[in-house]
């Protein structure tokens, strides 16, 4: 058996990360709406980026519930990238707490859920195709 519960959890974090950016996404565009952007093709091109990174979040989300590696991979290389970017808020004047720990707390978990995820899977891998005495 893989690890249904961790796999599950790690997509559960997944899909949450992934509807956040579509929430910041789409107040980003109410504020495009009311005139709060200084260049318009940057904001379009942000807000496009954000919704990009949202839909990856959702599809590992549902790669990583149906065990395949190519989500949980790709689910912790935008972990980590969320970690750096936590990280690197703690330079800024005044900390914005919010946003660092926002960002790097789910971020932390959802690393390690995917990676005990993936160690559970491999060790139940390992297991099926040991040789067995008879």
């Avoid at 504020?31 to 200084?38: P, S, T, V, W």
């Amino acid at each position: 058996m893989r690890s249904p519960r961790l796999a599950l959890a790690a997509a559960a974090v997944l899909a949450v990360e992934g509807a956040a950016l579509t929430v910041f996404a789409l107040i980003e565009l109410v504020g495009l709406g009311a005139g709060d952007a200084a260049s318009l093709p940057t904001a379009l091109a942000l807000i496009v980026l954000t919704l990009i990174g949202a839909v990856a979040l959702i599809a590992f989300a549902v790669g990583t519930r149906s065990g395949h590696s190519w989500a949980r991979s790709g689910g912790v290389v935008l972990q980590v990238l969320a970690i750096a970017l936590a990280l690197a808020s703690l330079t800024l004047q005044p900390i914005a707490w919010a946003f660092t720990l926002g960002v790097g707390l789910p971020a932390l978990l959802c690393f390690v859920l995917l990676i005990a995820s993936t160690r559970a899977e491999n060790e139940h891998l390992a297991a099926e195709n040991e040789p067995r005495g008879e």
